[in-house]
């Protein structure tokens, strides 16, 4: 009898604590009071933009990825991975672009090259920040006939 009821104690706690942290994850924020309407005074010719709150400003998901060079061009890279699936990643300004660990422009990539690219996606499209170039996969040598 007294197992049992532990028991249940127990499981009601288990529960409590579940339904606390489900709570506690919806925010409800508290309705702004309806202010009388005022004129406005005129406004200056440029606004300062308004700070936005932690909550609506997210970093992006950084992904990475890894693959040999199918094709290499100022704004973008296409690299083919393990699985034989392409990858097209946008490089601009910001992207760094690195081999044998010293910065490099993307002219100096290769096809065949083996490139490491982490990215995140923005607007739909998959903007790489860093592309780290490895030396090119070696051509399998045939051992020589005598």
Known sequence: MIRQATAWM???????????????????APAAPAAPAAPAPAAPATKAPAAKSTDTMKKPMMHTATGTVKSAAPD????VGKDKKELSVVLD???????????????????????????AEADGKMMAKTVKIGAAKAAAKKPATP
């Open 93 to 119: 300004k910001d992207t760094k672009l690195t081999k044998a660990r010293k910065a490099i422009e993307a002219k100096n990539i290769a096809e065949k090259d083996t490139a490491t690219v982490s990215y």
């Open 10 to 28: 127990v499981a009601g706690m288990f529960l409590a604590s579940l339904t606390g942290m489900a709570l506690a994850q919806t925010s409800t």
């Open 76 to 79: 973008s890279l296409m690299l």
